[in-house]
């Protein structure tokens, strides 16, 4: 039986690939160097367009709404923010941190134009909601066809 499968797509993956293979060639010529990787992640984004919006989806989860700042510019949608890391204390033993903390910056080019003035945002439940619509000039005009 052929079944397709449906793979999450991750546009940084080849890249993050290519940057460990170059880190493990300087590795090998120059020594294990420290790296931190935790002061910039992506969140994750669904873009639909459904009933003349574009609705964007961002999983944000352990955030404040007053930390994540939307921009729109040129048919561009920019994400930005910071996750702060909860204070360490001496006391804690962490045996594994795989959360990711500090900045982040998401900029989306939009399929449609959209109508600015009417963009909606709701954060619920560690999840960024963005309804972008579209002008009423993009939504497909139905014209009567007269016989005679």
């Given amino acids: 039986m052929n079944e397709k499968q449906i793979t ?25 160097m420290p790296m931190e990787r935790q002061d910039f992640w992506l969140p994750t984004v669904d873009i639909v367009e459904n009933n003349g919006n574009i609705e964007v989806k961002v999983e944000l989860p352990g955030m404040n709404k007053d930390d994540i700042k939307i921009t729109i510019k040129n048919n561009m949608l920019r994400l930005s ?20 903390f500090g900045k982040f910056c998401r900029t989306i080019q939009l399929p449609a134009d959209i109508d600015a ?27 009567e066809v007269e016989v005679k």
């Fill in 8 to 32: 999450r797509w991750e546009p940084f993956r080849n890249f993050l690939s290519l940057r460990d293979n170059f880190d493990g060639l300087f590795e090998n010529f120059f020594g294990r």
């Fill in 117 to 143: 003035d009417k963009i909606k945002a709701q954060y619920k439940d560690g999840v960024l909601n963005i309804t972008l619509p579209k002008p009423k000039s993009m939504k497909p005009k139905e014209i």
């Fill in 81 to 100: 923010g910071e996750r702060k890391q909860e204070e360490e204390t001496k006391e804690k033993t962490f045996h594994r941190i795989e959360r990711y």
